[in-house]
């Protein structure tokens, strides 16, 4: 099978888009940007992400470390592509506080995961990392950021009140 005609129709599938921030082996803050994103499972409150085997941020995704699902808000866009490239300070310029376990939480996201990696898994060329879900929080009036055929967009929903 041809790699692009695969990658290009897997590109129909419209997407979120995530930063997955941790912490790495020396205690500096780590992040990628990843639309291989999924929950998993309501109980427990489990999610996952596809990690590539070469990133760099590989070794801080080992079962018990924290690390946190950042989704975007449309407002995120340039947060999303900073943290696409590599060899960069992708916290330079990036809003953010800490949490509990002292992960880089971005500030406009539209929703927020705390997590501690559950299980890592083969996937191919990925490792799929489950995460366990210990906090969350979002942000209803924010719109999302999506990734559709290698591009980024986004749709205006009207605010839903899901009590």
Known sequence: ?????????????????????GKGENGENIGLTANAFSSLSLDPPLVLVCIDKNSYSVPAFQPGRPFVVN??????????WTFAKKGTDKF????????????????????TLVCDVHEVLEGGDHWIV????????????KQPLLFY???????????VNNQ
Do not use: H, W
Not at 1 to 21: S, W
Not at 130 to 141: D, F
Not at 149 to 159: E, L, Q, R, V, Y
């Open 92 to 111: 330079a310029n990036a809003q953010y506080e800490l949490s509990e376990d002292g992960v880089p939480m971005l500030k406009e996201n539209l929703s």
């Open 149 to 159: 055929k290698g591009k980024i967009c986004s749709i205006s929903i009207p605010a």
């Open 71 to 80: 989704i975007l808000s449309e407002e995120q866009e340039s947060d999303c």
């Open 1 to 21: 099978m041809d790699q692009r005609e695969f990658r290009n129709t897997l590109g129909t599938f419209a997407t979120g888009v995530t930063i997955i921030t």
């Open 130 to 141: 489950t995460g366990l879900v210990k906090a969350i929080s979002r942000k209803e009036e």
